[in-house]
């Protein structure tokens, strides 16, 4: 079975400053894909970024980019230019291909943007 | 501007009581899932649907908890008789196919007394 792991319960970070979340994953799959998701005060979840295992390039979303590591079978997100707004939880997800949709997450990174 | 819709956004309840949370996909979506998560446990799947045909419930304790769609653009989550250890935020969320991004519900929270 597929497991994510967060190894960080809480961080914080300076405004404007940089910050990396980090998560690791167990699977025997090759293709797969991965995800972050953010979960601010309001609970809503939003997609933050997502990556295919099969792609070699990492992903990147304005201020959001991911370091992703197959062989390690590791997945960090980093923010840039932290801002107010980025204060959330951030999971890591992991979704393999035929399981029709279904998300692994991990337990979570609560992050804290200090002004 | 679509998105996931969940009514009630709170619910508090006795416990024995029945409770239903009902959940709007975006139109266009054929796949809804239902979450609950705790502190304890994190974001567990409990059930979802592809369309509107129940893919996979093995999350959800059987003997209290059911899922249905009843049509396209409502999925329901029902708990009879619910108990303390239920409480929890439920999601609900909705996606198109088996790779792309699922939208979530702004979640109910139950609590259980």
């Known amino acids: 079975a597929q497991t994510v792991t967060q190894s960080q319960p809480e961080m914080s970070v300076q405004e404007a400053e940089t910050v990396t979340l980090s998560c690791t994953y167990d699977t025997s799959e090759n293709n797969y894909y991965l995800f972050w998701y953010k979960q601010p005060p309001s609970r809503q979840m939003i997609l933050v970024i997502r990556q295919e295992a099969y792609k070699q390039q990492n992903a990147t979303e304005n201020r959001f980019s991911v370091n992703f590591q197959k062989a390690a079978k590791s997945f960090s997100l980093k923010i840039s230019d932290s801002q107010l707004g980025d204060t959330a939880m951030y999971f890591c997800a992991f979704m393999k291909p035929g399981s029709q949709g279904n998300l692994i997450f991990g337990k979570g990174t609560k992050l804290s943007v200090k002004p | 501007d679509a998105r996931v819709t969940q009514t009630p956004r709170h619910k508090v309840t006795e416990m024995g009581q029945e409770v239903t949370m009902r959940c709007q996909p975006i139109?266009?979506?054929?796949?809804v899932f239902w979450y609950r998560q705790t502190m304890m446990q994190g974001l567990e799947l409990l059930a979802y649907f592809r369309n509107r045909a129940p893919l996979d419930d093995s999350g959800m304790p059987k003997d209290r908890f059911s899922a249905e769609m009843p049509d396209a653009t409502l999925a329901t989550l029902k708990i009879q008789p619910s108990e303390p250890r239920d409480s929890a935020v439920y999601f609900c969320?909705?996606?198109?196919?088996?790779?792309?991004?699922?939208?979530f519900g702004p979640g109910t929270r139950l609590t259980v007394l």
């Open positions: 969320a909705s996606g198109w196919g088996q790779y792309n991004e699922q939208f």
């Open positions: 139109l266009g979506h054929n796949t």
